[in-house]
Every structure is written in structure tokens, then in C-alpha cells.
């Protein structure tokens, strides 16, 4: 998803130096007219505002932290704002990194997909200072339409685990009512027909349940991420000592299909527990 | 729910006869002009048509075939048409009954709520013969705007029991992922906000969530039917050896609340679980 | 069972009067002086003491209340005893039965198996009077080692259900833990080594987890009789208000397991679910 | 636990420098002769062998590599033993920090609590080299009487995990079963009694369920390290793509409990989710 982003923030005229782990990942973007940086390090150096996109808390550990880690990087002023889904403890974690080196920091996962990414229609769950987040309106609005200022560093954070475990039991419960009302010699397709003339209406009824019903999962959202999520919202919650029963029982019904999955497949995939 | 079905039928102009197990609960329908049976039998003898509407399957069986049951009035070539919900393996043992009688069966469970009664906008999910559906339709037509024909009797019940599934884990996500919110320390009003502008909207996120907020929980769909929903979608999915791990994980939490609560309750207030 | 329990019956030298849904079933027990009746009615008539013991709750409804049902055949004064697992509610509505009947009623599941039944060694969990049990102890005695009086009629059950819940999570732990230990590439047999040094040393480590790790399912108490015991107490629980989320979760696996099973297993082939 | 174990090495003739977070817990150990060390890394270089037992991953990494870590201080050719129980992966990071440094290294996680601890009784489950293992065993033998050998490093860990998930489920299958019992009425030294002449025998059931029988809930082993280790061990379950669905629902339970609970209590107190 950096990609897309990158290439809005270059066509609405910023200044882009780039780096990716896979440098070749980043050709387009350098074609397009971005720098393209050696190190996370550098590209930090080179910024006035540092954006991060990574899959997960290692890999965005290794982006600050490693070897020429950007963290090393930032300048006092400057503005740093991550939009990796992580957890809200390596957030705080950054936080305190930051502010001990005067750099701005906000937490912005997002929402939205490939598709929201490349028509700059991203929404941003912000965590942090709500003047640092007025000052990046302008960066935010070209790769996005939506922001929401949710609380301190962190928050940005835990509302998207929240919405994702939700989504994943969204997808988790059209899987379950499908995978039953098909062993009962049933057509998934009525179900779905009746759900639209009901309260039980939804976007994932809309976007997902079509293709579960055809067994189409070519990657949207990849399971293996929605899976690191719900172990992410998990992970929180006992921390903090909230039960989530249901979120823990979907984690692993998600958990048996990516132990099983060959390829790299949609979370709506979980269909795969019941049908193979 | 059977008051308001019976107002518009009567509006409509149909001879109604009427037994409920609390004969003061038919005043106002035999007030608006429908006679009242003393039996179910004597409900059933009298009717072309025969609708029950009760609230679980012992509720049925009891009506059907206790002391002066339903069953023994019903005349070869009548119709009997069943909008409780109860388990397919029972609409199964009624439609043998009827047809050993020459009764024409339909299953035929509704959504849509008191509001949807009263309005006559209920949906009405139809297990049972074709023809039979069609000849129905002008009774159907007067309670309810739509019907879906999904197969053989059960298939109602069947298809029933999926959508009340999915509507109990939809809540059931939302009280967790609100539940996990609070605990730290951000606002759920927040997560419903966002929610509305992603892929995690629907309708229960647009009807249930603002109460759920509230702690509001007058009993729209009470949380003791929903309950008996899910364990008669368990008990079928055990039956056919369709593994539901979600959705017995969430029955265990709205168990836990049935079992703690000393009013009755709307089933969102599973959110109880959490803050009591 | 019936038959071992019958056998060591007509070995202490009572009369025996049998009755199989499936008469071939009676054949060794005829051989061995039994008399065969026609109708389980027959066998009660023929009675001073009637014992069942069949597989579930419809079975025993039917060898009671169905065509030629044994409790028209109970005389006032006999004792009924039911060794069957089946629901306290069941228990409850027999016992009822009996009463007007003039009948003494006890229930009394059993635990110790085949090889129990065989040995004279079950035990019985018995609920009802204490003086109906004191007059029983000669014909419990023929069949078992040991009985405990735990309540009213019903409570036989209840502690039964409980205690096989727990057998099936322990034996579903085991089979979790090992399916744990085996995909991070160790030898499940150093598991069970370690645990036999210490506090998770149990029955089930001693007599089901070296089948276990063989991988032979041949029946000893059959994975589906386990699978509907798990139900009977999760409905018990339920009408209860007792949440029971791990028993819930192990039911699940279970029902996958029946579900994809062709032949007849022990419940320990809860493994399945892991190892195809 | 680290104090009895320190207690008999000492005993046994061994010099003992000891580094403890909190100074004064170290007292006893001092005054029986143990030479205390201001910071991890002094303790590492003053000794041949270094033995480290915290609660828990970031505590352990903290000692190893925090400001003055043990790992700075460790001379090549000296041996490491953890007995913490941690992460397989956090092990063999460990295990790869060891080697670049010339230093043996044993995952050495421990059975048999405060009591086997001081009685120099405890079980040590090995993951590492067989000749290192050879090596140390005067030095475990001071503190157990046993040690298994299970694999490379890691594997000491995984078979630990494996088992406290046995135990968590023992004892929460147990709680569940109580809970079930009460509610319906009847004395769960009952089932207890029954459970002791059947297969459900097990050493939680002498050691734990008196206990839970009385709702006396003094911290042997504490609920918050169970819950910490039933979450290791689900977050190995998760990276390996095996589904633990018991474990998952019996982890939520823990939580529960844990987020209500005010003091200190042993893991039995898994009771408290449903008695409070």
C-alpha cells in the first residue's frame, strides 16, 4: 500500500524519498520522479515529514530500531507518522522515542484497501497531538478524505484492532451460517438474498460474500494479516484483562486455515475451515 | 408478535378465530372482531388457515399435540402455516403429521421485529411446497411486503436460524470490540463513528450500537429468544456435524448474561458480560 | 453394555427378561437363560425391577412412550432404574411418570465401560430416594462395585454429564497440547513422559494418550456418544445460565471431527482434527 | 523461586553470586553466603555458570540485554541456563546470542513450584545440546531430581507451554464442571468423590479441586503467570498454524478473571468467572 500512497503524495507536488526493504518495490515510485533512499535512515534524514507502511511490530521494530534505522534519522521537528497496523504497546514505545528526540509523532493506521490507497480515498484512524495532527491535514488529504483524531498515541491504534476483530467476525459469521445452511442442503445464495431484506444488511455482506460463495480469494486483505490483527486485538485485550470470547474462538478457526493454506489468500478464506 | 399479525389480517378483512395460552392477551383482537377459540383444537376446527406464532418448541409441541392440540382439529385440504421459531427436525415431524392428515404446511419464521408486525412489513422465510406458498400469498401479502421460497419444509427454520446466528455474533462483535475500547480508556462513540465510514457498517452498527452505548436494553428481540436461537442453530449444526466455533463461543456470553439478568432484557445487552 | 450387565445378572441367578430394539442383540443373554419379550411393555409386565440402557435421549423416550412402551407395563410397587446417559430434564418427566404410576424410580448412568460392565466393577452416579437405593443394592451389586447417592432424580445425570465434560476436555487437551508439541517438530512422547513426572499426570494420560499418539480410534466409549454427552450438558448449562466456554469450544472440535468421520471412533480421535 | 533454588546450590558447596531487580529479596541468599552483584552483567562474569529465573519475556530480555545485561558479561566458554518460562522464539534468539559469543546454552523451564523448588525436587525440561546437558546435571541435581532432554533449544520451552495448557484446561474443565454441579443444586464434593473412583482422576483433582471446593485461592502457581503462559502458548500455536480452540476459550476465562480480580490469587481462583 506505500506505493499508491507515494504516488499521491508525488502527484499532488511533495518532495518523496523513498525506501523499501525490496528496493525494485519501489521502481515505479522512483520513475514517477521519488528519491529513493539506502537506508531507512536516510530516507529520514532527507524528510520533513516520515511516513512509515510496514506489515507488522517486527517489521516496524527493524525500520526504527535496525541497522541505519530511520528512528536515528529524525530530525527534532520534525513529524513522524506511522500507518502500519501495530500494537498499541510499540506505539507508545515510538512515542516516547520521539518525543525524547523532539520529532512529532502520530499513529494513523487506515482503512480503505488497495483500492482506497491508489484513489487517495484512505481513512485515517489518528492517535496523537491534536494540533501535530491539524498540521498534517494538508499530507493526510492527498492520500486520503477522512481523518479521525481518536485520543492520545495509541488510539489510532486500538480503534482499528477493534474494527478489525469486528470485521473478521463479521466475515467469521457469514463463514459459520453458510458453511451450515450449505451442509443442510441449502443454496448459500438465499441466505444472503434474505440477510439483504434484514437488519443482518452489511458491507461485508455486500463485498464478501459474493466471493465466498464463489470460493474467489484472491488476496483484498490477505488472511495472514487479519489473523496478525485478531492476535494484536488479543494481545491488548489481556492486557488490559477484557474477555473476548468470540474474537479468540474466530482466531483460531483463522488460525487452522492459514496453518493449512498453501497460497496467500483473502481473510474470507475462513470459509476454507468447512470447505476444502 | 401474533396481536398485531392478527390486527392486519382482520383489517384485511379475513375471519379470524383466535387461542392464546392467556386468553386476556386476545382481548383486543376479539375486541377488533376475531371469535376466541377455547383450545387449539377448537382454533385450528374452525380455520381454513391455520398461523401460529409461539415462542419456542416445546411451546409448539404443546399447542400441536398436548390436550386438545392444534394438530387433531386441522380439516384434510386446510393449510397450516407455522411463523415460530423452532428447529428444522421439529417443522420436519409437523410436516409428516400434516401430511398424514392432508394438511398443506408452510415453515414460515419472520424478521422484521414488533415494528415489522405491526406495520405489516415482516419477511417471511418459507420452507414447504410451491404451490401452497403461491396460494398463500394474499394471507402472507397482508402481513408482510416479502417472501423468499427456499426449499423443502425446514428450509425456513434452516435458513431462520443462519441469520438470527449471524445477528447474534454481529452483536455479539460489536459489544467486544466496544468493551475492549473502554477498557482503554477511548470512547466507543469514537469506534461507532468510524465504523460508519469502513466496510464494518451495518445495520445492527445503525440499530443496535447507539442502545448498546446507552446501556439501554428494552427488549426489542429479547436476549432469552435470541439464546434459544442459538442452541437451536447449535443443535443443528451438531446434528449435521457442522462445526460453529464463534458462534458457540458467543451463545456461552449471552448464557452468561441470560443467567446473571433479573429482567428481561434486549439481546444487545450481552454487552453485560463486560460492564454490569 | 446391556449385555455384560444382563450376563452378570443371570450369573447371580435372577430371572431376566430382555428386550433389543435389534433382537439378535439378545441372543447370547437368551442362551444364557434369559426370556426374549416382544415389546419392551413386555418386559416391564414380566418385571419386578426394569432396567434400561440405551444410547440417547429419543431412544429411551421411545422404548418408554412409543408403541408398546415399557411404562404402560410397569406395575405399582417395581422399581425402574435407567442406566443410560440422557438429560436430568428427561429424568425429571420420568420420574413424574413413575410417581403417578406408583413406581420407584432411580437414574443411575454409569462410568467404567465395557470392561466395566464385563468385570461386575461399574459405578454408578444415582439420583432419587435413598430407601429405593438401600432396597436396590443387591441387583447393584451384581453389576458394580460402587454406587454414591448424589441427590433427587436427575442428579445421577447432572454429576455423569459433568464428569464426562470433564473427560472430554481432558482428553481434548492432551490432544491439543500434542498437536502443539508435534508441529513444532518434537515427540509428543516426551510430552507424555514429562507430564507423568508431574501434577498433569491423570487417567486419560495413563489410558487414552498412548493411543493417542498411535493414532488407534477403535471404540472403547464412542466419539459420538461423547459428542452428544457434550450437548446434553452445554443444554443443561444453558437452561441452567451457566456459561461453559471451554466445554463449548471442545464440543466444537468434536462435532468437526464427527463430521468428517466415516467409520465409527473413540473419542479420543478428537486428534482428527489436527492429524487426517 | 529463585531464592530456594539459590538456597540449595549453596548447600551443596557451590559459590553463588546472585543479582535480584528488587536488592533485598536477594537477603536470605546473602547471608547464607552468596555474594551479591549490582547489576546482571556483574553476575554473569563472575560465574562459570549463570542461571536466570524471572517471570516472564520482557523481563528476561531486560536482564540479558538491558543497561549492564547479563549477555555483556557472559565469558566464552562459560554455560547459560534459563529456568524462566519465555517464548520458544525469544530461546533461540537467545540461543543464537550465546553462540556467537562462545557460551553453552540449556532452555531449562521448571515443574513442581515453591515446594519442589526448596525440596530440591524440581523437573527440568531441556531443550539444547545433549553434552551441555551432560555437563550440568551435577548442577540441576542440586535442584531436581529429574531432567528430560527434549531437543534443540526451544524445545524445553514448547513442552513446558504444552503442559501449563494441559493444566489450565484441567483445572478450567474442572471449575466448569463445579460451576455446572452448584448451579443445579447439588454438593461438588460429590462429583469430586465420584471422579476419584473413575478415569477423571488426575493430580489436579487431589490437589486443586479441595481447594477450589473452598475458594481458597493463595497463590501456589499465580493466575497472572497461567494466563501469561496460556498466551506464550497461543502465540506459538499461532505462528505454527495449529488451532487450539479449548485452550483459546479457557485463555478468555483466565482473562476474565484476571481483569475483575483485585489481589493475588493462585490459577485455580479460574472459579471466580463464575462465583464471585
Known sequence: ??????????????????????????????????????T????????????????????????????DGALGGLKAGSTYIDSSTVSPALV???AQACQERGVKFLDAPVTGGDWGAREGNLVFMIGGEAETLKEMEPV???????????????????????????????????????????????????????MQASMARSGVLDVKSP??????????????????????????????????????AAREVYNYVKGEAKEDLDYSAVMRFWKK
Open 92 to 94: 507508545k514505545k515510538i
Open 1 to 38: 500500500m506505500g506505493r499508491p500512497m507515494g504516488m499521491n503524495l508525488l502527484k499532488a507536488g511533495h518532495t518523496l524519498t523513498v525506501w523499501n526493504r525490496t528496493p525494485e518495490r519501489a521502481k515505479e515510485l522512483v520513475a514517477a520522479g521519488a528519491k529513493q533512499a539506502k
Open 211 to 248: 466471493l465466498m460463495l464463489k470460493g474467489e480469494y484472491k488476496p483484498s486483505f490477505p488472511l495472514r494479516l487479519m489473523h496478525k490483527d485478531l492476535g494484536l486485538a488479543l494481545e491488548l485485550a489481556n492486557q488490559l484483562g477484557v474477555a473476548l470470547p468470540a474474537t479468540a
Open 140 to 194: 493526510l488529504g492527498v492520500m486520503g478524505k477522512k481523518w479521525f483524531h481518536l485520543g492520545p498515541n495509541g488510539a489510532g491504534q486500538t480503534i482499528k484492532l477493534a474494527m478489525n476483530a469486528i470485521l473478521a467476525l463479521q466475515v467469521g459469521a457469514m463463514a459459520e451460517a453458510l458453511a451450515l445452511v450449505q451442509r443442510a442442503g441449502l443454496q448459500g445464495a438465499q441466505l444472503l438474498e434474505v
Open 40 to 67: 531507512p535512515r536516510e530516507a529520514a534524514e532527507a524528510s520533513e515529514v516520515l511516513l512509515t507502511m510496514v506489515s507488522d511490530p517486527p517489521a516496524l521494530e527493524s525500520v526504527l530500531w535496525g541497522p
